[in-house]
C-alpha cells in the first residue's frame, strides 16, 4: 500500500522569492522617482539666507558730561526767556515788534478762580476778540507742553483788527468826554430857590482833572 505524502500549503519557495524582490524594486523605484520630483520642484529663490549678525563696530555712546549739558540747557533757558532772567519783570508784557502789522493785541479774562465766563467769551466774539495762537509765538508758553493758545493766570492773548480796535476806542473816549460835560453842568447849575453858583460870571465849583492810578488789590 503505497504512503500519499502531504502537500505543504503556502507559495513555492521560488514564487515567494520573486514576489519580495519585485517588492524591494517597486520600492527602490518610488524612492527615485521622489527623489526626482523634488529636484524639480527645487527652486533656489525660495531659500531664505540669514545672515549672520555684525559685530558692533562702536562702542556703547557715554553719558554726556554733566557740565556740557548743563551749558546746553542755560542757553535753552535764556534763548527761551529772551535773555531776561529778572523775576520782577512784566510777564503780561508784549513786544510791539511781534504784534502783526494791522492787528492790536489785548490781554482778556479767560477764567476767574478756575471757572470761565460763557457770557463773557460770547461778548468777547461778538466784539471780534479771537485767542492768538501759540503757533505764531512758541515762546510765550513753556516748551513741550500742548498749549493752543497763549495763557497767563486767567487770561488769553487776543487779537482783532487794529482799525476796528481804534474805533471802539474813540467810541469810549467819547462816552467819557460827555459823562465829564454831563457831571460839570450838574455841578454848575443851581436848583430853584438857591443862589447861582458863580461869582462875577465865573463858577465857584472848581473841578480838577487829573489822572491817577488805581490800586488793584492782590
Do not use: C
Not at 529663490?45 to 556740557?68: G, K, L
Not at 520782577?88 to 508784557?93: A, I, L, P
Request: charge should be negative.
Amino acid at each position: 500500500m503505497d504512503t500519499i505524502t502531504p502537500k505543504k500549503r503556502g507559495r513555492p519557495p521560488k514564487v515567494v522569492e520573486a514576489v519580495e524582490k519585485s517588492i524591494q524594486f517597486s520600492a527602490e523605484q518610488a524612492a527615485v522617482v521622489a527623489e526626482e520630483a523634488a529636484v524639480e520642484q527645487f527652486n533656489p529663490a525660495e531659500i531664505e539666507v540669514v545672515a549672520p549678525p555684525r559685530p558692533t563696530m562702536r562702542p556703547a555712546m557715554r553719558e554726556e558730561d554733566p557740565r556740557t549739558r548743563a551749558a546746553r540747557r542755560a542757553a535753552e533757558l535764556r534763548d527761551h526767556r529772551n535773555g531776561d532772567m529778572d523775576e520782577g519783570v512784566d510777564e503780561f508784557f508784549i513786544d510791539p515788534a511781534d504784534i502783526p502789522e494791522g492787528w492790536a493785541y489785548e490781554w482778556k479774562r479767560k477764567t476767574v478762580l478756575g471757572a470761565e465766563d460763557p457770557a463773557y467769551q460770547v461778548a468777547l466774539a461778538r466784539a471780534g476778540w479771537e485767542p492768538v495762537p501759540t503757533s505764531r509765538h512758541p515762546s510765550y508758553m513753556p516748551m513741550g507742553g500742548d498749549y493752543p493758545f497763549i495763557e497767563r493766570k486767567g487770561m488769553v492773548l487776543m487779537e482783532r483788527p487794529k482799525e476796528i480796535t481804534d474805533e471802539a476806542r474813540s467810541i469810549e473816549l467819547r462816552k467819557a468826554r460827555q459823562q465829564v460835560r454831563q457831571k460839570e453842568a450838574q455841578l454848575n447849575s443851581a436848583e430853584g430857590g438857591q443862589f447861582e453858583r458863580s461869582n462875577k460870571d465865573q463858577s465857584l465849583v472848581k473841578i480838577s482833572r487829573s489822572y491817577e492810578s488805581i490800586p488793584i488789590p492782590e
